[in-house]
């Protein structure tokens, strides 16, 4: 059997001693293939950590772009990871940067609200593995079992944040949508989801993204929501959503009717968050945050430098044309 040990032994004559495989290979009286397999068998045991740092954003450009988004904004935080063209690079660097903003968090009794969708998925699958045993991570909105993609199960979402930081998931086990009124009302009354309820009353911290595309909505792509709702949206030349609360260009809130019977969080609620984080970046983005940033729904905006830029420039050629 190859022992930890043994393992340990080869990884250090490897990555610190800086020896070459076949002198290693020679040490150990195995072959060099041998030696190779230890090395992975090593990674694969948690031995081995590699970490890929990004490069950090010039200080003066992060300086420049957070005094504009405050000016303009009055947006508290502008956090920025380094930009990157291709997309799932870009992912990592602002997933690096969003754990390391979470990790200057209070370590005290927290209430921490999870959306759903892409980028958070990512990041409770790599957020940096903390101890923070008195924080509660806590969903904010109910499940459908119509949505298969993983991004969207939102305690399976919860469950590895909390996994990932000590913390403690608080599942959801309520649907999303009801069939009709009558259910939902029923509903309103059981003792689960005045839980959630008072959850979502006394939440610290919010960390979700931002929705910027109506037709590739899971909502209206696997038909939870009627295409009509989607119709309506475009009409009202929606750009984004937060937490499927919609909004357009210029921050305006539109609603849905279907709403009345989700198990979603209020904008009552959103609001009335401690600190309310979103985590967002790319060119498709650009809209929505703008949207976001005039309706005055975010507090901590971790995004990344190109992305930041595009917005600014899009406010700027906007205030010329007297928009």
Not at 12 to 24: A, C, G, N, S
Not at 50 to 62: F, S, Y
Not at 133 to 147: E, F, H, N, R, Y
Request: aromatic letters at 10%; proline letters at 2%; hydrophobic letters at 40%.
């Amino acid at each position: 059997m190859i022992t930890d040990d043994l393992l340990f032994e080869v990884a250090v004559d490897y990555y610190i001693k800086k020896m070459l495989q076949k002198d290693i290979a020679e040490k150990y009286g195995v072959s060099r293939v041998q030696i190779s397999k230890y090395l992975k068998m090593a990674h694969e045991r948690g031995i081995i950590h590699i970490d890929v740092i990004p490069p950090k954003v010039n200080t003066n450009i992060e300086s420049e772009l957070a005094y504009f988004f405050k000016k303009i904004f009055g947006l508290k935080k502008l956090i920025l990871s380094k930009g990157a063209r291709n997309e799932k690079t870009l992912l990592h660097f602002l997933i690096k940067r969003t754990s390391e903003y979470i990790k200057t968090l209070p370590k005290t009794k927290l209430n921490i609200g999870l959306g759903w969708g892409n980028t958070i998925f990512k990041l409770s699958q790599e957020i940096e593995d903390l101890e923070r045993p008195d924080w509660s991570i806590v969903p904010l909105s109910g499940g459908t079992a119509k949505l298969s993609d993983k991004r969207f199960n939102i305690n399976h979402i919860v469950q590895s944040f909390a996994d990932r930081t000590g913390a403690r998931a608080i599942p959801m086990y309520l649907p999303f949508i009801f069939e009709n009124e009558e259910q939902f009302q029923i509903a309103k009354r059981s003792s689960e989801y005045k839980k959630v309820q008072e959850m979502w009353e006394n939440l610290d911290i919010i960390i979700c993204s931002v929705g910027y595309s109506i037709a590739r909505s899971p909502l209206f792509r696997e038909n939870i929501f009627d295409g009509s709702y989607a119709n309506e949206l475009e009409k009202a030349e929606v750009v984004g959503d937060i937490l499927t609360h919609y909004f357009d260009i210029n921050g305006k809130m539109h609603g849905l009717e279907i709403l009345n019977r989700c198990i979603n969080l209020s904008m009552d609620q959103y609001n009335k968050a401690g600190e309310r984080i979103v985590v967002a970046a790319g060119h498709h983005k650009v809209d929505g945050l703008v949207g976001l940033l005039r309706a005055g729904l975010v507090d901590t905006l971790i995004t990344d430098e190109f992305t930041a830029k595009f917005v600014k420039d899009y406010v700027s050629e906007s205030n010329k044309g007297g928009i």
